[in-house]
């Protein structure tokens, strides 16, 4: 078993491109959280550095995940496949009842000082669940109720729980990612169509029965149409990424975090990057997780293996999906989906699960084949 545990002698180096983009992406997140999250903390905790100093401990502990993952054989996941998913459902139905309110929603459970987020682990125990099922049974996906239909019944399942908490966005994120894994694995093209169709007047109908979802929707058709209620948000998301010009107003020099944006240290940062340090800012950080997408897809195509070609395609496509709904939800071109932007945006375990999944592709590209 140890075998399979530590990291193969003939392995190779990790990419250091995935490493590099990844620790200057973290770097930006930690300085705009110090930026963005000052005039909350200073009004809230009395502490302008509040939210820098809770960042700055999830970031080392997520480094150390990934430092230590990167040196173990990503097959061992595969081995824990069960036990994994059947945690992430435990945690996913017991923030349920067990959670903190927060805003009306049950996502977090709370451990002293830290708050764990049951989604944020179970996507990543969706994805190894989805690699660990193509590569054992990829030949079934010919079949729609032998091969298609079981996966998709527990990510069904999984994003249920999700949308009782509610959490639409991390919801929607996790099938979309799920969809791409399958699609990657062999998956028919006519059976992810039928999913599809089916998908979007059941999603018609949860945004239709929640009035703060069609409130959403219409803002996002027409923000200024309601600017000073529904739309408030991405008017002044708008108003700074235009101000920022093409180098921004100065790092700590941004007006809309004065409580003109909301949620200007987490789902909306990428606003207040945008006016500080302007276009080359917004630039740099996109540039980044292309790089990301890139070296992250490019080790799926190098892995030896099955198992993990869809692991790999599944932590890439999470991480690359996250950031382009929180772009797009920032830039207005998409509904408001509440998805923060992964390693810039304040929030703990999501940034430590993140940042021990990439130790997780680092690892595969450890033994990715040569060309």
Not at 87 to 108: H, K, N, P, Q, T
Request: aromatic share 10%; net charge positive; charged share 10%.
């Amino acid at each position: 078993m140890l075998g399979v545990l530590i990291l193969r002698s003939g392995s190779g180096r990790p990419d250091v491109l995935i490493f590099a983009a990844v620790v200057l992406l973290l770097a930006i997140g930690l300085v705009m959280v110090m930026s963005a999250g000052s005039v909350t903390g200073m009004i809230e905790y009395g502490d302008p550095y509040h939210h820098v100093k809770r960042q700055l401990v999830w970031s080392v502990l997520g480094l150390l995940a990934m430092a230590v993952l990167v040196r173990i054989d990503y097959r061992m996941w595969r081995l824990s496949t069960g036990p994994l998913l059947a945690a992430a459902f435990l945690g996913l139905v017991l923030v349920l009842f067990a959670g903190d309110e927060i805003a009306g929603a049950r996502r977090w459970i709370g451990f002293g000082l830290f708050n764990v987020q049951p989604s944020e682990i179970a996507k990543v125990a969706l994805i190894n669940y989805l690699a660990a099922y193509l590569s054992a049974r990829r030949e079934r996906l010919e079949s729609f109720l032998a091969g298609f239909l079981p996966p998709m019944l527990v990510v069904g399942a999984a994003f249920v729980l999700i949308l009782l908490e509610p959490d639409f966005g991390t919801g929607v994120a996790l099938v979309a990612t799920s969809m791409v894994v399958l699609f990657a694995g062999g998956a028919r093209v006519e059976h992810l169509g039928v999913a599809a169709l089916l998908a979007v007047p059941a999603f018609g109908l949860l945004i239709y029965i929640e009035p703060y979802r069609l409130r959403r929707l219409l803002a996002f058709l027409d923000p200024w149409a309601d600017r000073m209620d529904a739309g408030w948000n991405v008017v002044q998301s708008l108003l700074a990424l235009g101000s920022g010009g093409l180098f921004g107003l100065g790092l700590g020099d941004g007006r809309q975090k004065y409580l003109y944006l909301p949620a200007q240290h987490t789902d909306f940062i990428f606003a207040i990057l945008g006016e500080e340090l302007g276009f080359i800012g917004t630039s740099t950080v996109i540039a980044l997780f292309v790089v990301l997408a890139w070296r992250g897809y490019r080790t799926a195509l190098k892995a030896p293996d099955v198992y993990g070609c869809m692991l790999a395609v599944g932590i890439t496509t999470m991480i690359v999906l996250q950031a382009l709904l929180n772009i797009g939800v920032v830039t207005g071109s998409l509904p408001a989906t509440g998805i923060t932007l992964p390693f810039i945006s304040f929030g703990g375990s999501s940034l430590v699960v993140t940042l021990a999944a990439v130790g997780v592709l680092l690892n595969i590209s450890r033994y990715g084949t040569r060309v």
